[in-house]
């Protein structure tokens, strides 16, 4: 997709601590394809700094053990644990002609079926349900909406926003101020 950022970082994982003794350590990976991580790159930190380039890579039950081109001590990957894995957007493979990175919905217009606008896509989420857009409004609090065809029918990259079907009603359960209580 031509207008996603190509510098910003991305989550494809994460170190889950050292592998025995010999300086290898566990990576879970949050790609599609699970070893398709490894092609993406060095792994980096928030921060763009390089984590680790693997030099060599074996599959486990649920995560990889990798070793290092750069080897670290036992320590310092315990002391990495719980660390994300980032790639730059760039280095991901363009999506096919139908398809996009959830991703790259971040930042775009957020308008209602009339055009109007309501806001801009401040992250996509998923707690385990399903994606949700969480919207920031123009005025009043953010608020989730399910990222499903009936919710959100448009997704226009060319002019860089989406349609939402009824914000009003995904607003309002997110505003405890419209509740109906009285406190």
């Given at each position: 997709?031509?207008?996603?950022?190509?510098?910003?970082?991305?989550?494809?994982?994460?170190?889950?601590?050292?592998?025995?003794?010999?300086?290898?350590?566990?990576?879970?990976?949050?790609?599609?394809?699970?070893?398709?991580?490894?092609?993406?790159?060095?792994?980096?930190?928030?921060?763009?700094?390089?984590?680790?380039?693997?030099?060599?890579?074996?599959?486990?039950?649920?995560?990889?053990?990798?070793?290092?081109k750069t080897?670290?001590?036992?320590?310092?990957?315990?002391?990495?644990?719980?660390?994300r894995?980032?790639?730059?957007?760039?280095?991901?493979p363009?999506?096919e002609?139908?398809?996009?990175?959830v991703?790259?919905?971040?930042g775009?217009?957020?308008?209602?079926?009339?055009?109007?606008?309501?806001?801009?896509?401040?992250?996509?989420?998923?707690?385990?349900?399903?994606?949700?857009?969480?919207?920031?409004?123009?005025?009043?609090?953010?608020?989730?909406?399910?990222?499903?065809?009936k919710?959100?029918?448009?997704?226009?990259?060319d002019?860089?926003h989406?349609?939402?079907?009824?914000?009003?009603?995904?607003?309002?359960?997110?505003?405890?101020?419209?509740?109906?209580?009285?406190?």
């Amino acid at each position: 997709m031509a207008n996603a950022p190509s510098d910003r970082l991305i989550v494809v994982g994460v170190l889950s601590g050292a592998h025995g003794v010999r300086g290898d350590v566990r990576v879970k990976s949050f790609t599609d394809v699970p070893e398709d991580l490894f092609g993406l790159g060095p792994l980096l930190s928030e921060t763009g700094d390089v984590l680790l380039e693997p030099a060599k890579v074996k599959p486990a039950s649920d995560h990889f053990i990798v070793t290092a081109k750069t080897p670290r001590q036992k320590e310092d990957w315990d002391g990495l644990k719980n660390t994300r894995l980032h790639v730059r957007r760039s280095a991901l493979p363009p999506p096919e002609d139908d398809e996009f990175y959830v991703e790259d919905l971040t930042g775009l217009d957020v308008r209602d079926l009339q055009g109007e606008p309501v806001g801009t896509v401040k992250s996509v989420q998923n707690f385990g349900a399903g994606d949700l857009i969480e919207v920031a409004p123009d005025k009043g609090p953010a608020f989730f909406v399910p990222f499903t065809l009936k919710e959100v029918p448009e997704v226009h990259f060319d002019s860089r926003h989406i349609t939402l079907r009824d914000p009003e009603t995904w607003a309002d359960q997110s505003d405890p101020r419209k509740s109906g209580s009285d406190e």
